[in-house]
């Protein structure tokens, strides 16, 4: 009896002592972000709100961020670019309405988060990356981590992805001065697009296409800041 006692003891110390495994600290971050961050601010998609509390964002930024990974911020990646801040991947993915059946265009892989997060919901995520040194550590990364329905090409977005289109659904994640007619094309009929539209450098607006009955109507959504959306040389 008594050494059962001292066992018992002996293992709640332990317990105790545990520091909280990594992984777990990473879990309670981020249910913490969903919560405080994204739903607190009016985003509701169920799917969205999975999305966001399932791709775990400590694998997207660089090393040296690892700390400030679920902060409420952009982060910087490397090459002048960034890691968007939580609140505006969450805001992004719920505008185009995510459906288990979409295959979706993203322009500015970036780290390759906005696309896991889109990973997680639709069929089939398509990301263009301009800069090499960026685009292919995420399709690594993306690989790696396991999502096998994101296929990534090093290109200028401009010119959309044509031998995928038409697209359901696009999202931008780089400031254009008007938005790229091809990527208008290549957005199906009832189709969604989410783009951050404006000067370099300055506020710019977060807008929604919508294509009806081949009609093209677009709305304001929101002030935001993004790095600037480039052309190939
Ligand atoms: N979605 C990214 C954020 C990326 S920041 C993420 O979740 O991490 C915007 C990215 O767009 C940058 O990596 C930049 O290099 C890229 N970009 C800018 N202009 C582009 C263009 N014309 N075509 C493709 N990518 C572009």
């Not at 990364?141 to 396991?146: A, H, S």
């Not at 969604?192 to 296409?209: E, S």
């Amino acid at each position: 009896m008594k050494t059962r006692h001292l066992i018992l003891g002996f293992t709640l110390l332990l317990i105790a002592a545990a520091p909280i495994p990594e992984d777990m600290r990473y879990t309670n971050l981020r249910e913490a972000m969903v919560r405080s961050q994204i739903a607190a601010r009016g985003v509701t998609d169920p799917a969205t709100l999975r999305a966001m509390g399932a791709v775990k964002r400590q694998f997207f930024v660089p090393e040296d961020s690892l700390g400030d990974a679920y902060d409420d911020r952009p982060l910087r990646i490397g090459y002048g670019q960034t890691i968007s801040q939580p609140f505006i991947v969450a805001y992004m993915t719920q505008t185009i309405r995510p459906q288990k059946e979409h295959r979706v265009l993203e322009i500015g892989t970036g780290s390759g988060y906005q696309a896991a997060v889109l990973a997680d919901i639709v069929r089939s995520v398509y990301t263009m990356e301009i800069i090499p040194e960026l685009g292919d550590p995420a399709r690594e990364r993306l690989r790696t981590l396991g999502y096998r329905n994101v296929e990534v090409r090093i290109a200028d977005g401009y010119d959309g992805w044509p031998e995928q289109a038409p697209f359901d659904a696009i999202v931008v994640t780089a400031a254009t001065e008007y938005i790229p007619p091809p990527l208008i094309k290549q957005l199906k009929e009832g189709g969604r697009m989410v783009v951050p539209v404006g000067a370099p450098f300055f506020n710019q607006t977060l807008m929604l296409v919508e294509k009806r009955k081949g009609e093209i109507t677009t709305s304001q959504l929101m002030p935001v800041r993004f790095v600037p959306f480039r052309r190939s040389p």
